[in-house]
């Protein structure tokens, strides 16, 4: 099947990565929705949320809303079917926090169970906006884990090596603010998760598209995918933005 490098899809982010089987993709970036079906919770009076932009908006085309059993199976399967398009020279890096209305367990570990994890990489966002309420029953969780899930042949690559030496298992990195997305990645996340791919990149759960931007400034291909063409329509203006201040006539 041919597909047209450096473009974004709108389509099931399972179908999307179906289509890329045997096109030679490096690496798979993506940080998927989170489940936390808080549609609308950020406009209540007395809310925590109230800086939080998904939790008074939620996601476009998306309720974020399934039954933990069926979320936990959708991911797995998503991942599945990443593993058969990285092989055995690619790398998946998956960003998940946790969800704190079920404080039983916690489903990553259900997600992520008999994956090739080389690594476990703590994004330690130094803040939260889930202080419990009155009477919390946890410490305010501050961080997020990005599972490096490699093939059997995946390596660092050389060209950044040198500084990845720097980077250690425990990136402290401030959420991303100034993004009309509801839940922006950090350009910083999406640029170190980049640098960890030799080659092609894909993101299933493209959103704004961030993983996007961070492959256009490492000069890498990329294929983008997300449900919601709002969010199509808001990676291209970013890309456009991007270009026109990167134009030789604008500098």
Same mark, same amino acid.
């Given at each position: ?16 990565? %179906? ?13 998927? +929705?989170?489940? *936390?079906?808080?549609?609308? /919770?950020?406009? *209540? ?9 998904? @939790? ?9 809303? =399934? ?8 991911? $797995? ?20 926090? /946790?969800?704190?209305?079920?404080? $039983?367990?916690?489903?990553?570990? /259900?997600?992520?169970?008999?994956? +090739? ?13 889930? &202080? #419990?309420? %009155? $009477? ?11 599972? =490096? ?7 660092? +690559?050389? *060209?950044?090596? &040198?500084? @990845? ?6 990136? /402290?990195?401030?959420?991303?603010? *100034?993004? +009309?997305?509801?839940?922006?990645? !950090? ?24 993983? #996007? @931007? ?8 990329? =294929? =983008?995918?997300?449900?919601? !063409? ?7 203006? $970013? ?13």
């Amino acid at each position: 099947m041919n597909v047209e490098l450096n473009t974004y899809s709108v389509s099931d982010a399972i179908d999307f990565l %179906k289509r890329l089987k045997g096109l030679g993709v490096k690496g798979i970036a993506t940080s998927p +929705p989170y489940n *936390k079906a808080f549609n609308g /919770r950020g406009k *209540k009076p007395g809310s925590n949320w109230k800086n939080s932009k998904l @939790m008074a908006d939620n996601y476009s085309h998306f309720e974020d809303n =399934l039954p933990e059993d069926q979320y936990v199976a959708w991911q $797995r399967t998503m991942l599945h079917a990443a593993l058969e398009c990285i092989g055995d020279d690619g790398v998946i890096l998956y960003n998940i926090g /946790r969800k704190i209305k079920n404080l $039983r367990e916690d489903r990553r570990e /259900r997600i992520v169970e008999g994956f +090739p994890i080389r690594q476990t990489i703590i994004w330690n966002r130094g803040s939260s906006h889930n &202080q #419990g309420g %009155k $009477r919390p029953s946890i410490l305010p969780p501050i961080y997020e884990l990005i599972y =490096l899930i490699a093939g059997k042949n995946w390596r660092l +690559p050389e *060209k950044y090596l &040198q500084e @990845m030496r720097y980077w250690g298992d425990v990136w /402290r990195i401030t959420p991303e603010s *100034k993004n +009309p997305h509801p839940a922006p990645f !950090p350009l910083i996340i999406a640029t170190r998760m980049a640098k960890l791919v030799n080659g092609l990149i894909a993101d299933p759960f493209a959103g704004s598209g961030t993983i #996007g @931007m961070a492959a256009i400034d490492l000069g890498l291909p990329y =294929l =983008l995918n997300d449900i919601s !063409p709002d969010y199509q329509t808001m990676f291209y203006q $970013r890309k456009n933005k991007y270009e026109v201040a990167n134009s030789p006539l604008f500098n």
